[in-house]
């Protein structure tokens, strides 16, 4: 078991599926400039290996993009149908997917469904970036490994958070909608698997994780979903809860961001969790009171739909819900972030330029709390309303 768990961390064997799929590193005498058709220029993020110290292929401080913009590693396509098969498949494990995509279903399709998919998706990526920050496993190491993205390149890679996420929204999806619409059990089941499968092969193309990662990303998630699936009529019933539950699911989330494993140099996955826990908390607000004031017209539950057929009138009404959503959302999320970091920079006595304290704990998590918690609550609530005050129902 042990040499099995070790040859499936092992970074050759992700250099050998990109290899496979035609992405090779380029040698040390191509040119700095990619010339046409021969190849894309890469940046080579900094090491994982938290034994790797300052110099030549190791760490350069607490912020990596001074190191990221030093050295640059080529790399050669061969085969461009993989890398933008592949590309297009890692965008589907990406914050823009899930801020685009979570929103349109609850706004167009069903919020029964998006509920479940908004709160089990927020509880995946805690268990996950969490994870990541008590185990410590480095990525792939480059070479033999090429590395295609750089934002994540600083974070440590067990288990994959992307694979995690792509499992549990897809079959999530899948599960509350078999029982609610019409449409082929196999059809259902395979596009979750596909879904998964091409969100999780995605990481060892980029080079951003090891088997043993995304594997890893998998098991979590399916075995997530299978403890907690008995309870998830719960989600569905948020209405019935207390008083004093808005409380508590504020209270929770923040301490948990507060409370985060600290590392040795700065990583965005503090700053990331905290905006999946606000939204989440946020969203998860605007759940429990938006029956109180009738926002939202679901299916009933003891009848199975068939799912309507799609016309022009119906993709123009849902993309003028979605786009008038989107843009209530992002002054919303403006505004907050305007107004908490203004509140915190005077309260905490700093530059109010000085974007590096950010950084800080004290005020990286409380901003970030306050705009992304009121995301979700004007994503659920506010923009419901306005869809129904200008009739786009």
């Not at 890469?42 to 607490?62: C, D, E, F, M």
């Not at 029956?291 to 119906?314: D, G, H, N, R, Y």
Request: charged share 15%; hydrophobic share 45%; net charge positive.
């Amino acid at each position: 078991m042990a040499e099995l768990l070790r040859s499936l961390s092992d970074s050759q064997l992700v250099a050998r599926f990109q290899r496979r799929c035609g992405l090779y590193p380029a040698p040390p005498e191509a040119p700095q400039e990619p010339t046409e058709g021969s190849g894309h220029r890469a940046p080579q993020p900094a090491s994982r290996n938290p034994l790797a110290v300052n110099g030549k292929g190791g760490r350069s401080g607490a912020f990596p993009q001074s190191y990221t913009q030093k050295y640059i590693q080529q790399y050669i396509v061969k085969n461009y149908f993989y890398y933008y098969l592949f590309k297009f498949s890692a965008a589907l494990g990406e914050e823009i997917f899930y801020i685009t995509f979570l929103p349109f279903t609850h706004w167009n399709i069903d919020p029964h469904v998006s509920r479940r998919l908004i709160i089990i998706w927020v509880v995946i990526m805690y268990i996950g970036q969490v994870s990541k920050d008590i185990l410590k496993w480095p990525r792939p190491s480059s070479p033999p490994v090429v590395k295609l993205e750089k934002r994540l390149a600083d974070e440590f890679g067990m288990p994959s958070t992307h694979a995690m996420a792509a499992t549990a929204i897809s079959f999530t999806f899948f599960i509350s909608t078999m029982n609610r619409y019409k449409y082929p059990f196999a059809l259902g089941l395979m596009l979750a698997i596909l879904f998964s499968t091409m969100v999780s092969l995605s990481r060892l193309y980029t080079g951003m994780h090891t088997v043993l990662d995304v594997i890893g990303g998998v098991l979590i998630s399916g075995l997530f979903l299978t403890v907690t699936y008995p309870a998830w009529d719960l989600i569905d019933h948020l209405e019935s809860a207390s008083l004093l539950f808005p409380i508590c699911i504020l209270v929770v989330p923040f301490f948990l961001c507060y409370n985060y494993p600290v590392s040795d140099n700065y990583t965005p996955t503090r700053a990331d969790t905290t905006t999946i826990l606000a939204a989440g908390a946020g969203g998860t607000i605007g759940f429990w009171v938006s029956p109180f004031f009738k926002l939202v017209s679901e299916p009933t539950e003891s009848a199975i739909q068939s799912i309507p057929p799609l016309t022009t009138k119906m993709l123009g009404l849902g993309l003028i819900k979605f786009m008038v959503g989107i843009v209530v959302v992002f002054l919303v999320r403006q505004l907050m972030q305007n107004l908490s970091l203004q509140v915190l920079y005077s309260w905490f006595k700093v530059v109010t330029r000085n974007k590096e304290a950010r950084r800080r704990l004290e005020i990286e998590v409380p901003y970030k709390f306050v705009t992304y918690s009121s995301v979700g609550i004007c994503a659920t609530v506010f923009v419901p309303m306005l869809h129904q005050f200008l009739g786009l129902l």
